[in-house]
């Protein structure tokens, strides 16, 4: 896997792109799952940054391989412990008015994403995600 480490700021956040672009092509994806996983790693840096350090400061280590069948994307921070996946996911059959306020991101992680793991270890929350890359290419 390849790694960088960068400051936990929102304007990091095209530098993860660039990352990950860089590690993979819109040709090895399909361009709909190209977005979807770009997606999934701005709803997942835009958590850590707002809610990991906050109002303190941090790095996260963002790991990326890639293959012809899946890219696999891991997050690590030192922010507060909080494992994502606990969160209940969303009831999207029910109206705007009725849902929860909250956690729609990672409920869409969840859903784009092929795997999506937490755990909390050494002092690092460590979120993984993966995409199978076989399907759905357009």
Do not use: W
């Amino acid at each position: 896997m390849k790694q960088i480490t960068i400051p936990a700021k929102i304007e990091s956040l095209q530098e993860v792109f660039n990352f990950i672009s860089s590690e993979m092509s819109v040709k090895e994806a399909g361009l709909e799952q190209f977005g979807t996983i770009k997606l999934a790693v701005e709803e997942i840096f835009a958590n850590i940054v707002l809610y990991a350090y906050h109002p303190e400061e941090g790095e996260v280590k963002i790991f990326v391989a890639v293959d012809s069948e899946q890219i696999i994307i891991k997050f690590a921070d030192r922010g507060v412990p909080f494992d994502p996946l606990a969160i209940p996911d969303h009831d999207i059959t029910l109206s705007a008015d009725e849902r929860k306020i909250g956690g729609l991101g990672v409920f869409m992680v969840k859903k784009f994403m092929s795997n999506v793991e937490y755990r909390h270890e050494n002092g690092y929350n460590i979120l993984t995600i993966s995409k199978d890359l076989g399907e759905g290419k357009n």
